[in-house]
Nanobody
Framework: VQLQASGGGLVQAGGSLRLSCVVS????????MGWFRQAPGKEREFVAA????????YYADSVKGRFTISRDNAKNTVYLQMNSLKPEDTAVYYC??????????????WGKGTLVTVSS
């Protein structure tokens, strides 16, 4: 399983970005998917996740109401729509996949990350 994240860039505070993560393989629909981020000098942290069925989503308190995770199983893609961005959202964003688990440290497959920079 290979994951490729894209969509990062430089945006002003209050702006929006949509990240995408394309997953190789024919079993994407059976994977739970997550987004995580790591800011400079900080540990990697959970951002959002979605169950394989798409029926359940989870968010970190810091992004609730601003970020939305979704998936398109026909395109093997998971998205992270980020609105009302803040400078503290600046980080490298990673997508991850796992057939059973959700969470930092328990997901088997990881992409390389895409950089999001929010200017004030």
């Amino acid at each position: 399983v290979q994951l490729q994240a894209s969509g990062g860039g430089l945006v002003q505070a209050g702006g929006s970005l949509r990240l995408s993560c394309v997953v190789s393989g024919r079993t994407f629909s059976s994977y739970n998917m997550g987004w995580f981020r790591q800011a400079p000098g900080k540990e990697r942290e959970f951002v959002a996740a979605i169950r394989w069925s798409g029926g359940s989503t989870y968010y970190a308190d810091s992004v609730k109401g601003r970020f939305t995770i979704s998936r398109d199983n026909a395109k093997n893609t998971v998205y992270l729509q980020m609105n009302s961005l803040k400078p503290e959202d600046t980080a490298v964003y990673y997508c991850a996949a796992d057939p059973r688990h959700i969470g930092l440290g328990v997901m088997d497959y990881w992409g390389k990350g895409t950089l999001v920079t929010v200017s004030s």
